[in-house]
């Protein structure tokens, strides 16, 4: 993974990409480091969400 899309709220911004219909490659899971689920955009780029600890 090259992209990321670091956030202060996981929860909230998990939420509102699925609800636009986001598709979802990889679902949540909670690692050392934080939170993290990885998303396909427009172009097929992977991006992860991630919130970190």
Do not use: C, I
């Not at 990321?4 to 990889?26: K, M, N, Q, S, Y």
């Amino acid at each position: 993974m090259f992209l990321f899309l670091a956030t202060d709220d996981f929860a909230r911004d998990h939420a509102r990409l699925t609800e636009a219909g986001v598709e979802w490659v990889r679902p949540p899971a909670t690692h050392g480091y934080g939170t993290v689920a990885v998303f396909r955009d427009l172009y097929g780029n992977l991006w992860d969400l991630v919130e970190f600890a």
